[in-house]
């Protein structure tokens, strides 16, 4: 059993994150509802029509909406609902939020779990037999491209892609979860879903490897010119058995730091290629909040994002004392 020190046990440190997760996702929310309501902007104003408002139609939403009443007044009501279960129902479309959200969830993370999880493989990969080979021509030229795609926009880059293997090969489609002209059931369904993800998780994959890769690199460098690294050496140990069990293992946490960010922030971070690729997910449901100030959208949105943030910060930290059982949190 993973043990921290003063000898408490797993146990009482994972109910310490989750207590430490609450209260952060209650901070989160407090400051994102004022935020967002005290920010220049009349949803009702939108809702109404910008070109020939109807100050009656406004005011009568106003109020059946409660926007009439002081913000700490609309924010204690908000919480009372949040306790029901109910996130309240959108200005626009007058759906439950709660269904928007559910609705455009799965799409971003099917698109950003698979291009992280290969950009960590690839990158984390690249970086670890960069860093075995410093100094060699595959060294030097993978620095300069990780360089070079980093300095790339992700829209451009899918752009590109699109005009590449959709306008000119014709040979992958341009935008969409699935072909909307044809019905398909089963197996089917699933190649054409896999079908449409090619280029834009090519796209976001290919942004996020130089991340890795050096990481990964500078990790591998750092833990090998270790004093313990050295010891190791001179007791004869194989340069392998060294770098599998101790160089490896030690390098590899900076990675798993930056893959439970990148996992994280997964749901806000796509907006751009989510709309270059005209993918239904949660970046252009955040778009189209923003830009109609649909209040109880984006609350719930936010509100979502900061669970889904602390949830992965905490299996982050179980992982790290896995991983690595020098690491002792009090």
């Given at each position: ?165 959709a306008s000119t090969f014709k040979i ?159």
């Amino acid at each position: 059993m993973i043990k921290v020190q003063g000898g408490i046990g797993v146990k009482s440190y994972i109910g310490k994150r989750i207590a430490t997760g609450i209260l952060t996702i209650i901070f989160s929310f407090c400051i994102t509802f004022f935020l967002i309501r005290y920010a220049p902007g009349n949803p009702m104003k939108v809702l109404a029509g910008t070109d020939n408002p109807n100050l009656e139609l406004i005011e009568h939403l106003t109020i059946k909406y409660g926007l009439d009443k002081p913000i700490p007044v609309q924010f204690v009501n908000y919480v009372k609902n949040i306790l029901k279960g109910d996130l309240g129902h959108s200005y626009m479309s007058n759906e439950p939020v709660t269904k928007l959200i559910k609705e455009k969830v799965f799409p971003t993370i099917l698109l950003t779990l698979t291009s992280s999880i290969l950009a960590v493989v690839v990158g984390t990969f690249l970086g670890v037999y960069a860093a075995r080979k410093v100094g060699t021509i595959f060294d030097r030229v993978m620095c300069g491209i990780s360089y070079f795609i980093d300095a790339t926009p992700g829209f451009w880059l899918g752009l590109i892609f699109i005009l590449i293997f959709a306008s000119t090969f014709k040979i992958l489609p341009t935008s969409g979860m699935y072909d909307l002209r044809i019905e398909k059931q089963g197996f089917a369904h699933v190649l054409d879903v896999i079908k449409h993800m090619i280029l834009p998780v090519s796209t976001l994959t290919i942004i996020q490897i130089p991340l890795y890769f050096r990481i990964s690199r500078s990790s591998v460098l750092q833990t090998m010119s270790e004093d313990f690294i050295m010891t190791l050496r001179a007791t004869g140990m194989k340069e392998s058995q060294i770098f599998n069990k101790y160089v490896l293992r030690n390098a590899i946490i900076p990675t798993i730091t930056m893959f439970s960010l990148s996992l994280a922030f997964t749901i806000s971070g796509v907006a751009l290629i989510e709309i270059v690729f005209a993918w239904p997910g949660m970046g252009r449901l955040i778009m189209d909040a923003i830009m109609k100030r649909d209040y109880p959208l984006l609350t719930g949105i936010y509100l979502t994002i900061s669970i889904s943030i602390c949830i992965v910060m905490i299996i982050t930290d179980i992982v790290y004392a896995i991983v690595d059982p020098r690491i002792r949190l009090e």
